[in-house]
């Protein structure tokens, strides 16, 4: 079965930067890859996408600043974050959407928390 699996969460201090890991497996089967957060008290918030052809889209909260990247050889997604801000605080999660008729994005990591701190 297809997983995914996200770390490099941590403290980080305000205008600092970090980056993301996502290692997923059966990634011939997945059409679309996404990075989503949730802030304390928010709702959950697509922050990236990425398609299988690589084009990528960006929340307008985060467009600028992070940046998401692939290496397909190792089956790997990257977040990028640069310039972070108290307001990026969050639990990360990396996201996939299967093969599947509804392309819907049903395959999802544990998270991994990023805090920063000023």
């Known amino acids: 079965q297809v997983q995914v699996v996200e770390s490099g969460g941590g403290l980080v201090q305000a205008g600092g930067s970090l980056t993301l890991s996502c290692a997923a497996s059966g990634m011939f089967s997945i059409v679309r890859m996404e990075w989503h957060r949730q802030a304390p008290g928010k709702q959950r918030e697509l922050v990236a996408a990425m398609t299988f052809g690589g084009s990528t889209d960006y929340a307008d909260s985060v467009k600028g600043r992070f940046t998401f990247s692939r290496d397909s050889a190792k089956n790997t997604v990257y977040l990028q974050m640069n310039s972070l801000k108290l307001e990026d605080t969050a639990v990360y999660y990396c996201?996939?959407?299967?093969?599947?008729?509804?392309?819907?994005?049903?395959?999802w990591g544990r998270g991994t928390q990023v805090t920063v701190f000023s």
């Open positions: 996201a996939a959407a299967r093969r599947t008729p509804s392309r819907a994005t049903d395959l």
